[in-house]
């Protein structure tokens, strides 16, 4: 079981950028693939982006793809989403994802495939 804290969030203008990092305990991270999610006030939580264990291999929902990035350093146990061009409808607080053992990365893009989120940070884009 991994336990994971998001920082990096805050309030930015339209054209901005964000990093978010998410660090992680437990000796499991780096067998797990990762991801983002983030909810909007009355809106669903969705889906943003995902790493696979090794990195090598992402997933982006087509709302932020070309803008966001994801990434992870396992060494440091750590996940990132460097956000750039940030608009209005980006605002929403993010959450970060561990995925279930069995999941792969291609996988997370629905909340019944994470097995534990983070607490969630607040990302505000003005216009």
């Known amino acids: 079981q991994v336990q994971l804290a998001e920082s990096g969030g805050g309030l930015v203008q339209a054209g901005g950028s964000l990093r978010l990092t998410c660090a992680a305990s437990g000796r499991s991270f780096s067998f797990l693939a990762m991801g983002w999610f983030r909810q909007a006030p009355g809106q669903e939580r969705e889906f943003v982006a995902a790493?696979?264990?090794?990195?090598?291999?992402?997933r982006y929902a087509g709302a932020v793809q070309g803008r966001f990035t994801v990434s992870r350093d396992n060494l440091k146990n750590t996940v990132a989403l460097q956000m750039n061009n940030l608009k209005p409808e980006d605002t929403a607080v993010y959450f970060c994802?561990?995925?279930?053992?069995?999941?792969?990365?291609?996988?997370?893009?629905?909340?019944?495939?994470?097995?534990?989120w983070g607490q969630g940070t607040q990302v505000s884009v003005s216009s």
């Open positions: 790493v696979s264990w090794s990195g090598r291999d992402t």
């Open positions: 994802a561990a995925a279930n053992r069995n999941s792969a990365y291609w996988m997370l893009n629905t909340t019944i495939n994470v097995g534990t």
